[in-house]
């Protein structure tokens, strides 16, 4: 039986976890039937799949509803611990399908039914394209943030394949090198940061650089306005320390006029004796 293009969304499952849910199947049999719309297997492709490989019979159930996308979307998203990358990539795969009157969805669009951002549908879309499926699977497995992999993109595509087999920090140093990049300190060795912090730091240094970026090239007015603000910070951080300087040297004074109107009250004083 086919595999409905709603089914072909969710990545399947590793040869290890496949193995493990044949296990759970022989143990336990099957909780849930798989769910068949238009003659396509809609739903649980991992099982049916297990059931072939076993030689057993897969239960299957009719899905009668209007909304098989949205069906889809909410079994998964309940049952899978997706993580925000791989989340980006099933909305990238799903803007790329024809929906009613034969429209696709937008990244943004995409974006909000899968609860992610539009720049991780951006990033996803990129991998999906310009990488060869090793990448791919890198993201869909969780092994590296699809920002991470969106810069190994860059690269030709058999440096893409050596570079994603190796471990994260391996991952990170190479987008490091291509990017001309020297990792700090604090990030070598072998106490310091996890490398999810690594790959969050590099993420989010290479996101704050591209808006700037876009900005500067632009010359948006938020730019300008950012510039303004930054001016007038200067000027009165620059103020600020004249005023700090000025009422030191009045507090200075004062001591000062103090201390002579003590000695001029006992001079005065031993006048009087």
Known sequence: MQFHPYAELFPQFSDHDAKELQSDILANGIHEPVWIYNGKILDGRNRWNAC????????????????????VL???????????????????????LKLGANLRPTHAQAATMLNVSERTVDSASKVIHNSPKEVVHAVESGKVSVSLASKVADMPKKEQKKIVSGTKKEIIAAVAKQKEEEIPEEYQGDFGPSDEELENAISEESRIFDEYKMCMEHEYPLAQA????????????VATERFNGLQNECNE?????????????????GIRE
Do not use: W
């Open 52 to 71: 072939n490989e076993l030689f057993i019979e897969c239960p299957t159930r009719e899905y009668i509803g209007n909304d098989p996308l949205a069906f």
């Open 226 to 237: 950012l510039k303004e603000v930054v001016r007038y910070k200067e000027a009165a951080r």
């Open 74 to 96: 909410s079994l998964n998203m309940h049952r899978r611990h997706l993580t925000e990358s791989q989340r980006g990539m099933v909305a990238a795969k799903l803007s790329e």
């Open 253 to 269: 004074l004062i001591r000062l006029v103090k201390a002579r109107d003590r000695k001029i009250a006992k001079l005065e004083q």
